[in-house]
C-alpha cells in the first residue's frame, strides 16, 4: 500500500492540493479556486477561475499510472476536439506547450503525471434515462466512432489489437479462482469462445473496429440541452465499437422500459452511422466480454470490493453462454 492512504484524508488532501497547485503553475493558474472531485487511481479537481469559459478538472494520475495510456487518451480526446463538434473534455496545453505535466512534492510518492481537461458541463442521469437520452448516446457513441475509422496513434504507442487472435490472453484464471469456482470458471472460458467466433466473423477492419471510448456507462455520460457528452476516456483503446454499445446496453435491456431503451440507442446511432446486422445481433457477446473486464477489473482491486457488482456480472455473463 502507498504511504500515503495511511494517513488521515484530511491531510492526504492537503498533500494533493499542494501538488496541484504546483502542477497547476504551469498553466498560469496557481491561484484556480478548487475542489476535490474524488480519490481513486487518479485524483481529480474542479478548477475554477472565476471565468465560466476557463473552467477545468485537473487530473492527477497514480506513480505507476502507464504513460502510453494516457498519451492515446490525451490524442485521441485533442484529435477529437479538432476534428468534430463533440463536447468532450478537450486537453490543455501549459504555457511550454506541454500536453502532460510531471510534478513531485515532499510528502506525495514518485512523480505524478497531471493533465488539465476543459469542464464539461451537463447533468448525469444514472437511472432517469429515458428514449431521448438513449438516441442521443447512439448518436454521440456513432461520432466517436466515425471518426475513430481513419483516427490512428503513433505506432509506438499503438497497443496490440484486442481480436480473437488475442483472446485467449483476456482470462486472468488465477485471479478469477479466487473467488469462482471450477464450473463457474468453464463459463469464463465458454464465453471467451463466444466472443472469438464473433470477432473471427466481425473481422478487425476499421468499418467495425478501431478507437473506442471503453468505458461508455452512466458514469460517465453527461446531458445538456438534449445534447449527450462523454468523459471519462481513461480506458479508451483499440477495440470492437459493438463494445461501446454493449457497454451503454447493458445498463438498461434489464429495465422495465429496456427494449424501447435499446432501440433509441440503435436507432440514434443509425441516424449517423450504419450498423450492419450482424455487429447488432453480437452485442449480448460483447456485453460477455464486458462483464469479464468489470469481474477482473473488481478482483484486481482488491479493495473496496462489491459483492453484488460481482455477481450482477457474472449472472449477466452465464446468460449470455447458456442462451440458445
Same mark, same amino acid.
Given at each position: 500500500?502507498?504511504?500515503?492512504?495511511?494517513?488521515?484524508?484530511?491531510?492526504?488532501?492537503?498533500?494533493?492540493?499542494?501538488? #496541484?497547485?504546483?502542477?497547476?503553475?504551469? +498553466?498560469?493558474?496557481?491561484?484556480?479556486?478548487?475542489? =476535490?472531485?474524488?480519490?481513486?487511481?487518479?485524483?481529480?479537481?474542479?478548477?475554477?477561475?472565476?471565468?465560466?469559459?476557463?473552467? +477545468?478538472?485537473?487530473?492527477?494520475?497514480?506513480? /505507476?499510472?502507464?504513460?502510453?495510456?494516457?498519451?492515446?487518451?490525451?490524442?485521441?480526446?485533442?484529435?477529437?476536439?479538432?476534428?468534430?463538434?463533440?463536447?468532450?473534455?478537450?486537453?490543455?496545453?501549459?504555457?511550454?506547450?506541454?500536453?502532460?505535466?510531471?510534478?513531485?512534492?515532499?510528502?506525495?510518492?514518485?512523480?505524478?503525471?497531471?493533465?488539465?481537461?476543459?469542464?464539461?458541463?451537463?447533468?448525469?442521469?444514472?437511472?432517469?434515462?429515458? =428514449?431521448?437520452?438513449?438516441?442521443?448516446?447512439?448518436?454521440?457513441?456513432?461520432?466517436?466512432?466515425?471518426?475513430?475509422?481513419?483516427?490512428?496513434?503513433?505506432?509506438?504507442?499503438?497497443?496490440?489489437?484486442?481480436?480473437?487472435?488475442?483472446?485467449?490472453?483476456?482470462? /486472468?484464471?488465477?485471479?478469477?479462482?479466487?473467488?469462482?469456482? #471450477?464450473?463457474?470458471?468453464?463459463?469464463?472460458?465458454?464465453?471467451?469462445?463466444?466472443?472469438?467466433?464473433?470477432?473471427?466473423?466481425?473481422?478487425?477492419? =476499421?468499418?467495425?473496429?478501431?478507437?473506442?471510448?471503453?468505458?461508455?456507462?452512466?458514469?460517465?455520460?453527461?446531458?445538456?440541452?438534449?445534447?449527450?457528452?462523454?468523459?471519462?476516456?481513461?480506458?479508451?483503446?483499440?477495440?470492437? +465499437?459493438?463494445?461501446?454499445? #454493449?457497454?451503454?446496453?447493458?445498463?438498461?435491456?434489464?429495465?422495465?422500459?429496456?427494449?424501447?431503451?435499446?432501440?433509441?440507442?440503435?436507432?440514434? +446511432?443509425?441516424?449517423?452511422?450504419?450498423?450492419?446486422?450482424?455487429?447488432?445481433?453480437?452485442?449480448?457477446?460483447?456485453?460477455?466480454?464486458?462483464?469479464?473486464?468489470?469481474?477482473?477489473?473488481?478482483?484486481?482491486?482488491?479493495?473496496?470490493?462489491? =459483492?453484488?457488482?460481482?455477481?450482477?456480472?457474472?449472472?449477466?455473463?452465464?446468460?449470455?453462454?447458456?442462451? /440458445?
Amino acid at each position: 500500500m502507498d504511504r500515503l492512504e495511511r494517513i488521515p484524508e484530511s491531510e492526504r488532501l492537503d498533500r494533493y492540493t499542494r501538488l #496541484a497547485r504546483k502542477a497547476l503553475s504551469a +498553466y498560469g493558474l496557481a491561484e484556480a479556486q478548487l475542489t =476535490p472531485l474524488g480519490e481513486a487511481e487518479t485524483v481529480t479537481f474542479d478548477v475554477a477561475t472565476g471565468d465560466p469559459s476557463r473552467h +477545468y478538472a485537473l487530473r492527477i494520475c497514480a506513480p /505507476d499510472h502507464d504513460s502510453d495510456a494516457l498519451r492515446r487518451e490525451i490524442l485521441w480526446l485533442t484529435a477529437v476536439c479538432r476534428d468534430t463538434d463533440l463536447v468532450v473534455p478537450e486537453p490543455i496545453l501549459t504555457t511550454e506547450g506541454e500536453l502532460v505535466r510531471r510534478v513531485s512534492i515532499a510528502g506525495v510518492s514518485g512523480f505524478r503525471s497531471c493533465v488539465l481537461l476543459r469542464w464539461v458541463d451537463g447533468e448525469f442521469r444514472h437511472k432517469e434515462l429515458a =428514449p431521448d437520452h438513449l438516441h442521443g448516446v447512439g448518436h454521440l457513441a456513432a461520432a466517436l466512432h466515425s471518426h475513430a475509422e481513419t483516427f490512428r496513434w503513433p505506432e509506438e504507442i499503438t497497443p496490440p489489437r484486442r481480436n480473437a487472435t488475442l483472446m485467449s490472453e483476456v482470462l /486472468d484464471e488465477a485471479l478469477l479462482r479466487t473467488r469462482y469456482s #471450477a464450473d463457474q470458471l468453464n463459463i469464463f472460458r465458454r464465453a471467451i469462445e463466444r466472443i472469438s467466433v464473433a470477432m473471427s466473423t466481425l473481422r478487425d477492419g =476499421p468499418r467495425v473496429a478501431g478507437v473506442i471510448h471503453g468505458q461508455l456507462g452512466p458514469r460517465c455520460l453527461l446531458f445538456r440541452n438534449g445534447e449527450a457528452r462523454a468523459i471519462g476516456f481513461a480506458q479508451c483503446r483499440w477495440g470492437y +465499437y459493438a463494445y461501446d454499445l #454493449a457497454t451503454i446496453r447493458s445498463y438498461v435491456a434489464e429495465r422495465e422500459t429496456g427494449e424501447e431503451l435499446v432501440a433509441a440507442l440503435l436507432e440514434g +446511432y443509425r441516424s449517423l452511422r450504419d450498423l450492419p446486422e450482424d455487429v447488432e445481433r453480437h452485442l449480448p457477446v460483447f456485453g460477455a466480454l464486458r462483464s469479464i473486464d468489470r469481474i477482473q477489473a473488481i478482483l484486481a482491486a482488491r479493495t473496496g470490493q462489491s =459483492p453484488r457488482d460481482l455477481d450482477i456480472e457474472y449472472e449477466a455473463l452465464r446468460r449470455v453462454v447458456e442462451a /440458445d
